[in-house]
T-cell receptor, first 113, second 108 residues
Framework: DGGITQSPKYLFRKEGQNVTLSCEQN?????MYWYRQDPGQGLRLIYY???????QKGDIAEGYSVSREKKESFPLTVTSAQKNPTAFYLC????????????FGSGTRLTVV | AQRVTQPEKLLSVFKGAPVELKCNYS??????LFWYVQYSRQRLQLLLR?????SIKGFTADLNKGETSFHLKKPFAQEEDSAMYYC??????????WGAGTKLIIKP
């Protein structure tokens, strides 16, 4: 059963800590994306990767980092430099030349305590 | 500039009434447009795309290049249509550009 899996579903972080959110897909999609979803603001792109070992900053990359060492995996690290990290994070993947839309994960809710 | 505008943050209609969720876009090329839906406690999923000219769950959307719009319509709303709806545009570098979303509430 193909799909995209995000873990964990809920994550709590103390001030000053880095945390890593996992995103894995078995759809053989070339492109992967990280979004942040806040109420009333829609989806904002953090980082994206169209090929292994390559990624680009999105609109709100500050305080975040990613890696793309494998086609299937695109982990997101929320660093202590991110001023307002409490949010819902969505991972997505797509065929590189996207005419078919994105497939989304179920999301991770990060809360800073 | 490439932009997607959904002017309504919230739309509330009665069951059985027609629904129209507005989406306007700004794009200089030939746009690829999508509607995504997020039901409560479910993941965001593709509802329909304009290139398919399909009807999904009774919803249709027509691309109007003259008005730069891609409004989502359904003639008779059902309670299970209550959800968050996002309009998106595939931009020049194949990234999706998102509207802010419209929360649709269907009242019984």
């Amino acid at each position: 059963d193909g799909g995209i899996t995000q873990s964990p579903k809920y994550l709590f972080r103390k001030e000053g800590q880095n945390v890593t959110l996992s995103c894995e897909q078995n759809l053989n999609h070339d492109a992967m994306y990280w979004y942040r979803q806040d109420p009333g603001q829609g989806l904002r792109l953090i980082y994206y990767s169209q090929i292994v070992n390559d990624f680009q900053k999105g609109d709100i990359a500050e305080g975040y980092s990613v890696s793309r060492e494998k086609k299937e995996s695109f982990p997101l690290t929320v660093t202590s430099a991110q001023k307002n990290p409490t949010a819902f994070y969505l991972c997505a993947s797509s065929i590189s030349r996207d005419l078919y839309g994105y497939t989304f994960g179920s999301g991770t809710r990060l809360t800073v305590v | 500039a490439q932009r997607v505008t959904q002017p309504e943050k919230l739309l509330s209609v009665f069951k059985g009434a027609p629904v129209e969720l507005k989406c306007n876009y700004s794009y200089s090329g030939s746009p690829e447009l999508f509607w995504y839906v997020q039901y409560s406690r479910q993941r965001l999923q593709l509802l329909l795309r304009h290139i398919s000219r399909e009807s999904i769950k009774g919803f249709t959307a027509d691309l109007n290049k003259g008005e730069t719009s891609f409004h989502l319509k359904k003639p008779f709303a059902q309670e299970e249509d209550s959800a968050m709806y996002y309009c998106a545009l595939s931009g020049s570098n194949y990234q999706l550009i998102w509207g802010a979303g419209t929360k649709l509430i269907i009242k019984p």
